[in-house]
T-cell receptor
């Protein structure tokens, strides 16, 4: 199957700083990428959908100015958590897909804000 | 609206015994249904998918699931559990047949396998 790589796997940052998470499709071009958030022992919640070259579509309740998503190429999407606070600590997972094919998930990024 | 309910948050089985993870869904359309597995601090791996073809779907690692429209269920089974099956399992629905957009995840079932 196709490979999606997320970087970093884990990151610790100070409150008030910004953190960028990268999601790359290594061996295919992804027309759409999705960003999910997973709280401890809970399920995945879709945060936003990004299509290459256009603005991301955010789910209700997700602050677009807080979670900046850029999908500059068909193989790379980034999620930037701006002015991070402890409540932003979570496991963030991306998925990438070609049109109407399986969505492939990255390994996730554990963010801890101290 | 679409939703998915995993009926058990935890399931514990002995190695070599059958596994049953239960999932019920709600969808206004002909849905696509998936089961994903997540090992600790790892991403998700697709086990199997139903996209309006055969109702009995076979997946990887000996797992299979049966789509029952009359019961709105998509339970995951495996005849004989292996220690390596211990993980978190998510039942997922997509409102569009054949599509992967807007995946809606169940709460997850943690499978423990004892020797």
């Amino acid at each position: 199957g196709a490979v999606v790589s997320q970087h970093p796997s884990w990151v610790i940052c100070k409150s008030g700083t910004s953190v960028k998470i990268e999601c790359r499709s290594l061996d295919f071009q992804a027309t759409t990428m999705f960003w999910y958030r997973q709280f401890p022992k809970q399920s995945l919640m879709l945060m936003a959908t990004s299509n290459e070259g256009s603005k991301a579509t955010y789910e209700q309740g997700v602050e677009k100015d807080k979670f900046l998503i850029n999908h500059a190429s068909l193989t790379l999407s980034t999620l930037t958590v701006t002015s991070a606070h402890p409540e932003d600590s979570s496991f963030y997972i991306c998925s990438a897909q070609k049109e109407n094919t399986e969505a492939f998930f990255g390994q996730g990024t554990r963010l801890t804000v101290v | 609206a679409q939703s998915v309910t995993q009926l058990d948050s935890h399931v514990s089985v002995s190695e070599g015994t059958p596994v049953l993870l239960r999932c019920n869904y709600s969808s206004s359309y002909s849905p696509s249904l998936f089961w994903y597995v997540q090992h600790p601090n790892k991403g998700l791996q697709l086990l199997l998918k139903y996209t309006s073809a055969a109702t009995l779907v076979k997946g990887i690692n000996g797992f299979e699931a049966e789509f029952k429209k009359s019961e709105t269920s998509f339970h995951l089974t495996k005849p004989s559990a292996h220690m390596s099956d211990a993980a978190e399992y998510f039942c997922v629905v997509s409102p569009f047949s054949g599509g992967y957009n807007k995946l809606i995840f169940g709460a997850g079932t943690r499978l423990a396998v004892h020797p």
